[in-house]
């Protein structure tokens, strides 16, 4: 069986895709190989491009002079020209190599020279539903999801809160709440201007009888006067909700002032 730095010595220069394929292994595999042999000082890397070493080649390349006509220019695929990655090249390597950083997934499918542009591929594989994150930042892995499901992050717990009369969850003085429940979308989309402007006495009780829009200036001096009576209101509230915690004082305050009269 031909090992892979035979393989290597013959092909020259390859990427770690084109290595694969020769031997017919998984690109996963093929990179993991080329790593243990980089360890070893038998390969080298350059831009993506594996080769043998030269101590393991035994020979050293003399530098001989060419000429300028002789000399081939190496043909160069732009990034545009460049066929589109494969998903499928991907979950193939996330299958076979497990849990890999982003750089090793680009080295695995001949993308080395775009690794950040690997990132968004990554992160829609994960909005599908096939891949997830682990870690954040440069040194996060993805990996496959399982068929059961089980490595899957688990979705957030939302805790239901029960109605209570203000002793459970005692609230300090000058801490506004919402009174006002918010208006859905339907409510919204179904409500036309005038029903608004319809609704709002300030300018019904003016002109009860004319469509006349108030402008925008009167609109805002409107929303400034709401906002004011909301939070008078909610200062009421909290105050009241201050009371209720000390109900026997205010009980006892009311009996004594019943006794004076």
């Known amino acids: 069986m031909e090992t892979l730095i035979d393989t290597l010595k013959a092909m020259q220069k390859v ?3 084109e290595l694969a394929t020769s031997l017919g292994i998984a690109p996963a595999e093929a990179i993991k190989m ?9 390969v080298v890397s350059v831009n993506g491009y594996w080769s043998v070493s030269e101590r393991q080649s035994g020979v050293k390349e003399k530098t001989v002079p060419v000429c300028k006509a002789e000399r081939k220019s190496r043909m160069v695929v732009s990034r545009k020209d460049r066929e589109p990655l494969n998903r499928c090249d991907i979950l193939s390597t996330l299958a076979h190599g497990g849990a890999m950083t982003t750089a090793e997934i680009a080295i695995a499918v001949g993308r080395a020279d775009c690794v950040r542009s690997l990132v968004s591929a990554m992160e829609k594989l994960c909005r ?7 870690g954040q930042g440069k040194g996060c892995k993805w990996m496959l999801v399982k068929e059961t499901g089980e490595n899957l992050p688990a979705e957030p ?3 239901s809160v029960a109605k209570t009369d203000g ?12 009174v006002q429940e918010v208006a859905t979308q339907e409510d919204i989309k179904t409500e036309t201007v005038a029903d608004i402007v319809q609704s709002l006495p300030s300018f019904t009780e003016t002109r ?10 009167m ?8 906002k004011n009576h909301v939070r008078k209101w909610e200062r009421v509230c909290a105050a009241l909700r201050e009371l209720n915690k000390h109900r026997d004082i205010v009980r006892q305050m ?7 009269k």
């Open 219 to 226: 609109a805002n001096r409107e929303l400034r006067r709401a």
């Open 34 to 42: 080329l790593r243990e042999y980089e360890e070893q000082g038998e």
């Open 128 to 134: 599908d539903g096939m891949a997830i994150k682990l």
């Open 167 to 178: 002793k459970a969850f005692p609230q300090p003085a000058g801490v506004a709440l919402p």
């Open 15 to 17: 990427t770690c895709t």
């Open 208 to 217: 009860a009888n004319d469509l006349i829009l108030p402008s925008l200036h």
């Open 254 to 260: 009311n009996c004594s002032r019943e006794d004076v």
């Open 157 to 159: 717990k939302f805790v």
